[in-house]
């Protein structure tokens, strides 16, 4: 423990009444570990930064102690993080943040920060409402109290946690942890707090809370109390929607990989456009399959009797049983394969992946020379689909990690515009199907999904433009002009 580096973060603003009451009350007992004491003084318009300096002087704190002052202010969110990036730059285990005001005890420090310094918590906050009688007596204003319960009961059930209190200033984080999250690009605002809860949690850490004093007296709140309600509920919401792979925001991306949405499961099951594209391949087929990806479809192809292909940068996996597989890229080089070997081409997901789609589809129909028996297949996400234009209205584009909007897209499709890049390509267009949703990545395979299935199905029949998730398309080759001269008969 005495080798352990502990950072008591004392952010002030307006506090010249009580930060030498504060600073007092830091207890000797954090000797224990290396410990040391910031304050950063946000640019108060009082004399709370010479006050702090003053005790300093006259009463040195029994620690290494620095005092800053910002000359412009950064709001209560952006001093947080002038905190939290000063104990990643100088080393430290952990920051323990307490207020210049005095209303959360700092004695409690010395018992908090262990959790932390034990590896047993990520987090570890203070709360009032633990023993929310406490918080009563302690001088809560009866308003606040019931504030403080309700929003944190919804914020609860938004994110899926299950915290007394999301509104407490006593705060001790993890260095380690704080590495891993994003938390400069939080909010300088006060709703800061409600986002780094959001990313601990979706980070898979550890967050502790022990009940602690209420303590209400002369301090003044800077907090605009309706404004920090919409704000932290915005703030919830947009997260628990970037789980539903509805929104992105760079800010809450911090899952572990392979645990980035609320349900993990394989395309296969879910995905009804894959689905389909395996029962449109006619018997014993011989099948390429573009942009094999993970290999799923190709495998369910393999299992039921079809001779399967593969392109792709990288192989599927090899228990998928590919009968071949060719390492290539799609955007550089030359199709490596003759297309004319197969009988069913699948584009499922890929064009939108391209650089050049049309220029793809021209060589691709150049390569099969016309073959008209050829089937292709190719899938896309709609861009129009009801929820992107919903974000649009709004103002939000944002791309995330899958979905339509995955950012790993160069290009975007409607039911127009794709059926008319394979037309243009050379092909002739056989069928052309909206699929409805996948609700069940975001929700979960269960029955209130399977409803919403049901409904989206009935909304495709009032518009496919605006309810279809994705595009199912079948096509053929178009004979070449070549073609059609070759077999055009002389005249004499």
């Given at each position: 423990?005495?080798?352990?580096?502990?950072?008591?973060?004392?952010?002030?603003?307006?506090?010249?009444?009580?930060?030498?009451?504060?600073?007092?009350?830091?207890?000797?007992?954090?000797?224990?570990?290396?410990?040391?004491?910031?304050?950063?003084d946000?640019?108060?318009?009082?004399r709370t930064a010479e006050m702090a300096l003053e005790f300093q002087k006259s009463t040195p704190l029994p620690f290494p102690t620095t005092i800053l002052r910002n000359p412009v202010n950064q709001n209560y969110g952006g001093n947080v993080k002038l905190g939290m990036r000063y104990a990643i730059r100088e080393g430290f285990d952990a920051v323990c943040l307490i207020h210049g005001d005095g209303q959360y005890p700092p004695e409690k420090l010395p018992e908090f920060v262990k959790p932390i310094l034990n590896g047993?918590?990520?987090?570890?906050?203070?709360?009032?409402?633990m023993v929310s009688a406490d918080a009563l007596k302690g001088g809560m204003p009866m308003y606040k109290f019931i504030g403080n319960k309700v929003l944190t009961r919804l914020e609860n059930w938004i994110l899926g946690t299950r915290l007394s209190e999301f509104h407490s200033g006593l705060r001790l984080y993890s260095v380690k942890a704080l590495e891993r999250l994003p938390f400069h690009l939080n909010s300088n605002d006060f709703h800061f707090d409600t986002e780094i809860i959001v990313q601990l949690h979706f980070a898979g850490l550890r967050i502790q809370e022990f009940p602690i004093p209420t303590r209400y007296g002369e301090e003044v709140s800077h907090v605009n109390g309706f404004k920090y309600a919409f704000d932290i509920?915005?703030?919830?919401?947009?997260?628990?929607?970037?789980?539903?792979?509805?929104?992105?925001?760079?800010?809450?991306?911090?899952a572990p990989k392979g645990r980035e949405t609320l349900y993990h499961v394989g395309k296969m099951t879910f995905t009804e456009a894959h689905r389909l594209a395996v029962d449109a391949?006619?018997?014993?087929?011989?099948?390429?399959?573009?942009?094999?990806?993970?290999?799923?479809?190709?495998?369910?192809?393999?299992?039921?009797?079809?001779?399967?292909?593969?392109?792709?940068?990288?192989?599927?996996?090899?228990?998928?049983?590919?009968?071949?597989?060719?390492p290539t890229d799609l955007d550089r080089e030359p199709m490596p394969v003759d297309p004319t070997e197969f009988d069913a081409i699948l584009l499922l997901d890929i064009l939108g992946h391209l650089k050049e789609p049309e220029r793809f589809m021209e060589r691709l129909h150049e390569a099969l020379g016309g073959k008209p028996e050829t089937q292709v297949i190719v899938t896309a996400g709609n861009i129009g689909f009801i929820l992107n234009r919903l974000q649009l209205l709004f103002g939000y584009?944002?791309?995330?990690?899958?979905?339509?909007?995955?950012?790993?897209?160069?290009?975007?499709?409607?039911?127009?515009?794709?059926?008319?890049?394979?037309?243009?390509?050379?092909f002739e267009i056989s069928s052309v199907q909206a699929v409805p949703a996948p609700f069940e990545l975001a929700l979960g395979d269960n029955g209130f999904t399977k409803i919403l299935v049901a409904f989206d199905r009935l909304l495709l029949k009032l518009s496919r433009g605006l309810f279809g998730f994705r595009i199912f398309v079948t096509a053929r080759p178009r004979p070449t002009l070549d073609g059609i001269l070759a077999k055009a008969v002389a005249q004499e």
């Open positions: 423990m005495a080798g352990n580096r502990v950072l008591v973060f004392l952010l002030a603003y307006n506090a010249e009444r009580f930060i030498q009451d504060t600073m007092k009350r830091i207890p000797e007992a954090l000797k224990e570990f290396d410990t040391h004491v910031l304050i950063i946000d640019a108060s318009k009082d047993e918590a990520d987090a570890v906050f203070g709360s009032r409402m509920m915005k703030q919830a919401a947009l997260g628990q929607l970037q789980r539903l792979n509805l929104v992105y925001q760079r800010k809450f991306d911090v391949v006619a018997p014993k087929a011989r099948v390429l399959d573009i942009g094999s990806s993970d290999g799923l479809v190709g495998e369910a192809l393999k299992q039921g009797g079809h001779y399967v292909a593969g392109l792709d940068k990288h192989a599927p996996p090899h228990e998928r049983g590919y009968d071949r597989f060719t584009f944002n791309y995330g990690k899958r979905g339509i909007l995955d950012a790993s897209h160069t290009r975007l499709f409607t039911f127009q515009s794709l059926p008319r890049l394979l037309e243009e390509a050379g």
